[in-house]
């Protein structure tokens, strides 16, 4: 298991490693075009989440598809810094460090991403209870990296 890096250990590192890369133009389409993927992942999460028990496996898609929208919409809205982010850590490092004014918090990005990790990588389902406690904040996250998009792209 890799060792726990703070917010700024880990931006630091992930600076030193090069993995903040300069991009040469805002793409506006794609920028789109991930906002409707993250939107359909998130119907998609709720459609399945209506109709499954607290016992459920689904618990780890719905996980999945909101952590994959929370990723597409961080990683479109450092677009608009000409920045591509090569890891997943790295990109939520680099999205607390420089926007603090979005007041979203690091502890919250390293358990989704471990636990996804989890899923992906090794097999460790997510449960209803997992599902609970992160919810709200993915919902908040998520909404807010939209609303911040979608000002972003009436300004360009």
């Known amino acids: 298991m890799p060792e726990y890096l703070n917010q700024k250990e880990a931006f630091i590192k992930c600076k030193q490693e090069g993995r903040f890369i300069i ?11 991930t906002l409707v ?24 898609s719905i996980y999945k598809l909101y952590y994959d929208a929370l990723h597409e919409l961080a990683e479109s809205f450092m677009h608009f810094e000409k920045v591509k982010i090569q890891n997943h850590q790295c ?11 979005l007041e979203m918090n690091w502890e919250f990005f390293e358990k989704v991403r471990t636990k996804r990790n989890g899923i992906n990588y090794y097999g460790k389902p997510v449960t209803y209870e997992d599902w609970i406690i992160v ?22």
């Open 91 to 101: 990109l939520f490092a680099y999205l607390c460090e420089k926007h603090p004014e």
């Open 37 to 60: 993927i993250a939107e359909a992942d998130i119907l998609s999460a709720n459609s399945i989440k209506k109709n499954i028990q607290k016992q459920s496996i689904q618990w780890s």
């Open 23 to 33: 991009i040469e133009e805002i793409d506006n389409e794609k920028i789109n075009a």
């Open 135 to 156: 919810e709200l904040q993915f919902t908040l996250y998520i909404n807010k990296l939209k609303e911040e998009i979608k000002k972003k792209l009436k300004i360009i």
